[in-house]
């Protein structure tokens, strides 16, 4: 490890992989998106597992839920991109998927966060880009 500027600057994987230093984020584990997906019990239990080894590990664990705004307020983007996700063709026909304190917006029951853990709520799908 090197130290310069107030910084500490891992050199080495055992540097990187300090548990004091990493979070798990547990992304969108939520009722309404997890039974979309065909292989939901494989896609589950290998997320409880990581879950599990973070844990023991002494990794700090965040989980992430999508929230659907309500249409009235919801912007052009994500009323466009619900028109597309939902197979609809006027706005009117438009349903908030995972609103706010439905069962859907619920992370799955096998999914429990402690009170140590953090659950963050967010009304946007976040995506990574990798520069050309």
Known sequence: MQHAYGLD??????????????????????????????ARAEITSRVLDVLERARAAG??????????LP????????LRTALTW???STVAEVRPALPRG??????????????SEAVLE???CQRSSVPP
């Open 86 to 88: 939902q197979r609809v």
């Open 102 to 115: 439905s069962a859907a917006f619920e992370l799955i029951p096998e999914l429990q966060p402690r009170s």
């Open 71 to 78: 249409n009235e307020v919801a912007g052009a983007f994500a």
């Open 122 to 124: 967010k009304s946007a």
């Open 9 to 38: 600057i891992p050199l080495t994987l055992e540097d990187a992989c300090d548990p004091a230093r990493m979070a798990l984020i547990v992304y969108d584990m939520q009722v309404g998106v997890v039974n979309q997906i065909a």
């Open 59 to 68: 990794v700090r664990v965040l989980f992430t839920r999508h929230m659907s």
